[in-house]
């Protein structure tokens, strides 16, 4: 019966991942941080499961890290733990190094001087290619490809802190599997949600906004084409937009244009598993191999709820603009495909109406 360690094991992809390897029989130690505050709502599913234990701790401290690996002696570590907002790397940079580079680092060298037989996977991500991308004329899922991708080949450009400290990790995990043989693998994640996203991201910042707007429509028992307008609100006709619970803030975002590759969570959670399976360790692209800028991610929800012309529910604020914005991310997982036999079983499509449908209902309890 195998063990495995998952650091950020509250969060969307630890939760998912806690559930898989539950599934399959594993032991599963969840490492979440030293916090006055439970957050363990993703993990309803796995917090009474007798294989599932927590443990606290910070991916920060070597010695706490060093103690944790030294003490379980997993097979396989998944490390998932991050600052994993972009936008709060530039605010907080120093902490997001700490976690996001020397944290991998601390789990390579407790391996190599405790568990050299654990098998580390790493969570890289797109964001580390930044503006470069490949010019592929490839075959994937079953037709011919000529188009801007980034795949294995692809070097790195980040535009963050966020993905500096990333691409640290990345090569940290190389010169490990070089140097002292250790078994490290990354994922280079592209975009993934879930009803389990963080309302921080902007994927789950609209579906959310959607869900409370569906309500307050229905509890005034009015259609949105009867709302009066103005610059940040909407209110119901007959009042004034002072008068308390009968205005409602617009959704404000940033940059509409962007273009990224999403898949759904769980779809991804699947490659991790399948990437720690290897004879050999190895980098893989994960990816849908499609990209949809942020205008049709608002397309797809807002039609959900039968709103088709969205522009004027909608504030641009300038607040919401990357320092340094990253335009466009579409993923080539050939690779993944051919040699993991993994493929995302979800589409976009599918991914938005699931969301939506979560902060509906979520929202609709709260009434």
């Known amino acids: 019966m195998k063990t495995a360690l998952i650091t950020g094991v509250t969060g969307q992809d630890g939760s998912y991942l806690a559930e898989l390897l539950l599934a399959k029989d594993y032991n599963v130690i969840g490492l979440k941080r030293r916090s006055s505050i439970d957050n363990l709502t993703r993990l309803s599913k796995c917090i009474n ?34 600052q994993s907002h972009v936008g709060t790397s530039f605010e907080q940079p120093d902490f997001t190094f700490q976690v996001n580079a020397l944290g991998p680092l601390h789990f390579l060298e407790a391996i190599r001087r405790y568990s050299p037989h654990t098998r580390f996977y790493q969570a890289s991500t797109s964001e580390m290619f930044g503006k470069n991308y490949t010019e592929v004329n490839d075959f994937y899922d079953g037709r ?45 994640l592209f975009n993934h949600e879930s009803e389990r996203r963080g309302e921080n991201f902007v994927t789950r910042k609209i579906t959310k906004w959607i869900g409370e707007f569906s309500v307050w429509i229905d509890r005034h028992n009015v259609s949105y084409t009867d709302l009066v307008f103005d610059n940040d609100e909407l209110y119901i ?131």
């Open 49 to 82: 499961h007798p294989k599932f234990i927590i443990t606290e701790g910070e991916v920060a401290d070597s010695g706490c890290v060093y103690d944790i690996v030294n003490k379980y002696q997993p097979d396989e570590i998944y490390n998932l733990a991050a």
């Open 144 to 188: 011919t490809v000529e188009a801007k991708y980034q795949n294995e080949e692809t070097p790195f450009q980040p535009q963050s802190p966020y993905a500096v400290a990333k691409v640290a990790a990345h090569h940290l995990v190389r010169i490990y599997r070089e140097a002292y043989d250790v078994f490290g693998c990354c994922g280079i």
């Open 237 to 367: 006709p007959g009042r004034t937009s002072k008068e308390q619970g009968f205005q409602f803030p617009k959704l404000r975002l940033g940059n509409l244009e962007a273009r990224r590759d999403w898949g759904h969570a769980q779809d991804y959670v699947e490659a991790m598993y399948l990437m720690t399976q290897q004879e050999e360790p190895k980098d893989y692209v994960i990816a849908t191999g499609t990209t949809h800028s942020i205008r049709d991610l608002l397309d797809a929800a807002f039609k959900y709820i039968d709103i088709y012309e969205w522009e004027k529910f909608i504030v641009i604020d300038p607040k919401f603009y990357r320092p340094a914005e990253v335009e466009y991310l579409q993923g080539l997982p050939t690779d993944a495909i051919e040699s993991l036999g993994w493929k995302p079983q979800r589409t976009f499509e599918e991914l938005v109406k699931t969301m939506v449908e979560h902060d509906i209902n979520e929202s609709q309890k709260l009434e």
